[in-house]
């Protein structure tokens, strides 16, 4: 697999749209720090980190209805062209309504929280 965050992303997508209460996927930290910020922002009811040998994450969607309550998910930065940015620069999404997943030096942070602390790096995905 060449995008792990990507697949991860398209995993998400797929299971809201088809109104799957879970989503299971291949765990690594970047995709476990990804899933805390969802669950802060409350994107997702819940995540859980499951398997001894294997790892497995484990993603609850939300639902409003018949809709989830996550309606896109877009992936910036890619691994044949990533997408830096100065603290200046931080993207908004959807003028503030959705969220900016932003890795910087301090560890996957969102766009907001990357503003307040005056920090660029490399915008891996919107939701909203």
Partial sequence: ???PISD???RIRNASRALAPAVEMPHSKMKESIARILK???YIAEWTVDGNPVKRL????KFQ?????IEGLRRVSKPGLRHYVPATQV???LGGMGTAIVST????MTGTDARKQNMGGEV???VW
């Fill in 124 to 126: 891996i995905c919107y």
């Fill in 1 to 3: 697999m060449t995008d």
């Fill in 105 to 108: 030096s301090k560890g996957v």
């Fill in 65 to 69: 209805g018949r809709k989830g309550v």
């Fill in 8 to 10: 991860m992303l398209a």
């Fill in 91 to 93: 993207p908004r999404v």
């Fill in 58 to 61: 484990k993603l609850k969607l």
């Fill in 40 to 42: 802060r922002e409350g």
